[in-house]
Each structure stands twice: as structure tokens, then as C-alpha cells.
């Protein structure tokens, strides 16, 4: 039986794997300058791909996912069900929230912003992107601090998800 | 009232021979290429605009920190996501916003891309560095 935080989490962590495969598929063929009619439609759905799925990777991690861990325990209640609570509860592992959760949730949020960029410039703009390489290579900075951003946020999140307490997720982490 | 000239037709009147490449074909003739100064305005928008939103969720999460009225307050929406919830609210609409204003402005334009992506650039970097831990929480009001 898996229960609806723990469908929420694998939701997410399924979205951020989708994630990556997209992205590779996107720079794999946007630092190229001419491409076959495959690479360009190669080009254009990973690109898509990446922005709709870094806004349903952003949206189910601060709706859904966000909240089990930000949940506070009531007064008198262990902390092995409230990872920021438990965390925080514990010097040794304070920061893992303090800067560890704090850069993950904020920094996450980026992402969608620029990738919908990257896929607009790539589907609208194909001709300006193979014919001006200083265009080609301003999207694909872009393309790139978007995943530089997602890789921060998907890592501390992996590591969070060890070093908190979590067992209200019955050990599927 | 002034008429455009019509193709190869000198100010004078005179008409003049076609343009040609060294291969000798009318350049009017061949696979037309898409022009050097095709409108980029759009694409300059969609840049400046995602750029925007960065820099407005950092400096919304810089803000947040330093007036518990707005961290503990006007920016939580979902009482189980707390003030995360009205930062991407906010980042979101005022990027959708800002997209839609400048597409109507420079959108059928042709701009000095160089120059918007400089600036974007600089939006995404204020918006990366605002989002860090150690800089955000140089404005903590606790």
C-alpha cells in the first residue's frame, strides 16, 4: 500500500528524472549550429519537455511534497515524523535545512522561468538560433544554468531526503 | 506625397539592371534566406522576461526574510507551503505579465539582442545569487 506522501515523492523524483533525459537531449542538439530535420525536432521536444516538466517538478514539490516536510509536530510529539522539525531539533543537522532545504526550494523555483525561455527561443526562433552564435550560445547559458539550478535542487533534496528522519515515507528512500 | 520605389527603378526613374551574384542569378531569384534583420523582439521579450521573474522571486525571497509581515504574513497563500507559495504566485504572474507587456511592445520589432541578454543575464544572475542561502539570510530580520 503506498500511501499519498509517498505517491507525491515518487511523483516529483519521477518528474526530476524525466528532467534530466529531456535535457540532455536538448543541449546534446542546441550547441550544434546545423542539424538534420530529426535533430531539429529532437531539439524542439526535449526543449519543450524540459520547461513542462520543470514547472510540474517545481509545482508538485512546493504543493505536494513541501508540505510533509514543513509540517510541524504537535506539542509533546516525536520528530521522527517531521523531517524540518527534526532536523532543526538537532545542531549536527540544523544546516541541512538552514542552507540545504532553504537553497533547494528557492533556488528550484528558477527553473521553470528559464526553460520555458530556452523552449520559446528554440521553437519560435530556430533560424536566429542556427544563424547568430552569440543567440545560440546566450539560450543554451540559459538551458544550462537551468539545469545547473535543478541539479542543486534535485542533490539536496536526495541528500535531505537521507539525512532527515523520514518515517512517514515507510523506507521507500 | 512620396512613392516607394518600385524594385530596380532609380531615384531618377531609370531603370536599372537586376542584382546579381557571381554566379550571374538575379539575386532576387534565388532560395531566399531569412533576412539578417527579421524581427527578434519576441525572442528578446521572452529572454528579459524569464530573466525578470529570477531576479523578482530572489529579490521577493530577500524581502521576505527581512519583513516577518510579508514572510509570516502577505506571501503565504497555502498555510501548509507558507510563504513559498506566494514567492512563486508572485515570480509567476509578474513573469507572465511582463512577458505579455514587452511581446506587445517589441515583439514585431527588430532590437539589439546583444543588449537583452546582456541584461538577462544579469536578472538571472541577481536572481541566483538572491536565492542563496548566505546572502538571503544576510537580510534576516531574526
Known amino acids: ?30 550547441l550544434r549550429e546545423r542539424l538534420t530535420p530529426l535533430g531539429e525536432r529532437i531539439r524542439s521536444v526535449s526543449v519543450v519537455g524540459v520547461a513542462a516538466v520543470a514547472w510540474a517538478t ?16 504537535p506539542s509533546g510529539a516525536s520528530t521522527e515524523d517531521f523531517p524540518k522539525a527534526a532536523l532543526l531539533a538537532d545542531p549536527g543537522t540544523a544546516l541541512w535545512h538552514d542552507f540545504g532545504m532553504e537553497w533547494k526550494e528557492h533556488v528550484a523555483w528558477l527553473v521553470p522561468f528559464l526553460a ?5 527561443a528554440v521553437v519560435r526562433h530556430r533560424g536566429l538560433i542556427a544563424r547568430d552564435v552569440r543567440v545560440r550560445r546566450g539560450v543554451a547559458g540559459l538551458f544550462f544554468v537551468a539545469f545547473g539550478a535543478a541539479v542543486v535542487a534535485a542533490g539536496l533534496g536526495a541528500v535531505i531526503n537521507k539525512v532527515a528522519p523520514n ?6 528512500l | 506625397v512620396s512613392r516607394p520605389l518600385s524594385r530596380n527603378r532609380n531615384e531618377s526613374g531609370a531603370v536599372e539592371a537586376p542584382e546579381t551574384n557571381r554566379s550571374g542569378t538575379p539575386a532576387h531569384l534565388e532560395t531566399p534566406a531569412e533576412p539578417d534583420r527579421a524581427p527578434n523582439g519576441s ?13 523578482v522571486f530572489g529579490l521577493l525571497v530577500m524581502v521576505s526574510e527581512r519583513f516577518e509581515a510579508l514572510g509570516e ?6 498555510e501548509g507551503v507558507g510563504a513559498l507559495s506566494g514567492k512563486a504566485v508572485v515570480a509567476t504572474v509578474v513573469y507572465l505579465a511582463v512577458w505579455v507587456v514587452l511581446h506587445r511592445r517589441v515583439g514585431r520589432r527588430t532590437v539589439d539582442l546583444a543588449g537583452w541578454l546582456r541584461a538577462t543575464g544579469i536578472l538571472v544572475a541577481v536572481g541566483l545569487l538572491a536565492t542563496f ?8 530580520s531574526h
Open chain 2, 73 to 78: 504574513g502577505a506571501l503565504v497563500m497555502s
Open chain 1, 1 to 30: 500500500m503506498v500511501t499519498s506522501m509517498q505517491m507525491y515523492l515518487l511523483i516529483h523524483i519521477g518528474l526530476g528524472v524525466l528532467f534530466i533525459h529531456a535535457f540532455a537531449g536538448g543541449m546534446a542538439t542546441l
Open chain 2, 43 to 55: 525572442l528578446a521579450a521572452a529572454l528579459v522576461s524569464a530573466g525578470l521573474a529570477c531576479a
Open chain 1, 167 to 172: 518515517d512517514f515515507l515507510g523506507g521507500i
Open chain 2, 133 to 140: 542561502p548566505p546572502v538571503f539570510q544576510l537580510f534576516a
Open chain 1, 116 to 120: 520555458t525561455a530556452v523552449a520559446y
Open chain 1, 58 to 73: 517545481a509545482i508538485t514539490g512546493t504543493w505536494l511534497v513541501y508540505p510533509g516536510y514543513r509540517a510541524e509536530p
